[in-house]
């Protein structure tokens, strides 16, 4: 990964308040070598201090916007945080890669959990479990065509490994109350 452009974020105190929150909006990135030289391309001219003073020279802030520098990466121009996405991306994809060829693999939704049950992706694709009996297994095959490029919330698991260690409980929304003594 090679830097072509650092970013910069530059604004007169007055444009977004003394505790800035920054967006799309209000503070467009400013590409420079440097803070002073991303200052000065500025147009700051007009603008108010917080006293309602023509703007100085020292109510102009500055801070490097490292996420939407500009990267080079693969002959590819690209955001900094653009190419982070990816890297993440080709290690997962380099994971699934080395998974054991006879293996056969759960995959974990892990953005939630039924108390404390794990939510899996179900059979035939649809949609999720907690009981791992209606739980999709996948080959390695499977795994790489369906989850090469997914989600990070997408965990796989060996199935071997899940299997050791599943668990039985009572679900109480099954109970029916006219039983109890």
């Known amino acids: 990964m090679k830097i072509i452009k650092k970013a910069y974020k530059v604004w007169v105190h007055s444009q977004i308040g003394e505790y800035p929150v920054f967006n799309e909006r209000n503070v467009s990135p400013v590409y420079a070598d440097s803070a002073t030289k991303a200052k000065f391309q500025c147009d700051w001219h007009g603008e108010k201090n917080e006293d309602g003073d023509n703007a100085r020279w020292i109510d102009i802030h500055c801070v490097r916007d490292k996420e939407r520098d500009k990267v080079e990466y693969n002959g590819e121009e690209m955001y900094r945080y653009q190419y982070l996405q990816q890297l993440i991306k080709e290690k997962r994809n380099n994971s699934l890669l080395k998974l054991k060829d006879n293996d056969m693999f759960y995959v974990q939704d892990s953005r939630q959990y039924v108390g404390n049950s ?19 297994k996948y080959t390695k095959e499977q ?35 006219k039983y109890k003594k």
Not at 125 to 133: E, F, L, Q, S, V
């Open 118 to 136: 794990v939510l899996w992706h179900a059979l035939n694709g649809n949609g999720y479990t907690t009981n791992i009996k209606n739980a999709q």
């Open 143 to 177: 795994i790489i065509k369906k989850f090469q490029n997914g989600r990070d919330s997408d965990i796989i698991w060996s199935a071997k490994h899940i299997d050791a260690n599943v668990s039985y409980h009572v679900d109480a929304q099954n109970l029916d109350y």
